[in-house]
């Protein structure tokens, strides 16, 4: 079964007035199966930021269904949808989301300490990924005290500790410099690899080769997507480049 399944999504904003309609998303339909790490990419405005918003149950689509584990996101109520995110989703975003008055341990604690967890269970689940990401020795600083890949990091730990179904990526190399960038790909790898499923939006082409498969988004609709397999990052980065001329220069998907 696969873990995610989008079905016939559609999202349309009306203008506050009522006088307008938008069409962010038109007929979505894809799935993403367990341990997989998925790219969506698309021009501004194509859509691939509401359709991460709907994934994440922090927006409702007009038509269609999205099912995670099975789960429809629509059966479930409205009180219950915070409880449903905390634990099953990770959420890693380009501005980090970290409290400056929290230190980078109490951070990474947030959505546990939210769910009830007795502290004796968040210590044992934190000093493994502590170790894993790296900032085991940083976790009693505080977020202004740390670098921006440093944040990068407590952001991914926190997302990673409530043991998520999903981890939903949004630019998350977006506020790095290639360095940082670099280094939280080789993350998001490296927890991959451990079994960790991943869906990001992306606008980097670099950051997408390192997903093993590569959907595009235009007009409301996937328009087109690339498997990796044992292609090399360089032939990655060359398809995922001719594919995105194809979009802005109005031409035809090959499928």
């Known amino acids: 079964m696969s873990l995610l399944e989008v079905n016939g999504v559609q999202k349309i904003y009306t203008t506050r007035l009522g006088g307008n309609k938008v069409q962010a998303l038109s007929d979505v339909t894809f799935s993403v199966e367990p ?5 969506i990419m698309g021009e501004s405005g194509s859509g691939k930021t509401t359709l991460l918003n709907i994934i994440a149950s922090l927006d409702t689509p007009t038509r269609g ?8 996101l ?5 009180k219950d949808l915070a409880k449903y995110r905390r634990n099953n989703l990770g959420f890693v975003f380009q501005d980090f989301n970290l409290l400056d008055t ?17 502290h004796e269970e ?11 990401l790296g900032i085991d020795k940083i976790l009693n600083k505080f977020p202004y005290e740390i670098s921006g890949g440093q944040k990068q990091r407590t952001a991914a730990a926190r997302a990673l500790i409530t043991n998520p179904q999903l981890i939903l990526a949004d630019e998350p190399t977006g506020a790095l410099d290639s360095k940082a960038a670099d280094e939280l790909l080789g993350l998001f790898t490296e927890i991959n690899d451990f079994g960790q499923t991943i869906l990001m939006v992306t606008h980097s082409v670099k950051a997408a080769c390192t997903a093993k498969r590569v959907l595009f988004i235009k007009d409301g609709r996937v328009f087109h997507q690339l498997y990796k397999g044992n292609l090399s990052d360089d032939d ?11 979009i802005t220069t109005g031409g035809e998907s090959n499928e």
């Open 35 to 39: 341990g997989e790490y998925v790219a």
């Open 65 to 72: 269904e999205i099912k995670i584990a099975g789960q429809s």
């Open 74 to 78: 629509g059966s479930i109520k409205e």
């Open 102 to 118: 929290f230190s980078v341990k109490d951070n990474i604690f947030l959505p546990l300490v939210l769910s009830g967890i007795k």
């Open 122 to 132: 968040m210590e044992e689940r934190l000093t493994p990924i502590a170790c894993r």
């Open 236 to 246: 990655m980065f060359r398809r995922i480049s001719d594919t995105l001329t194809v």
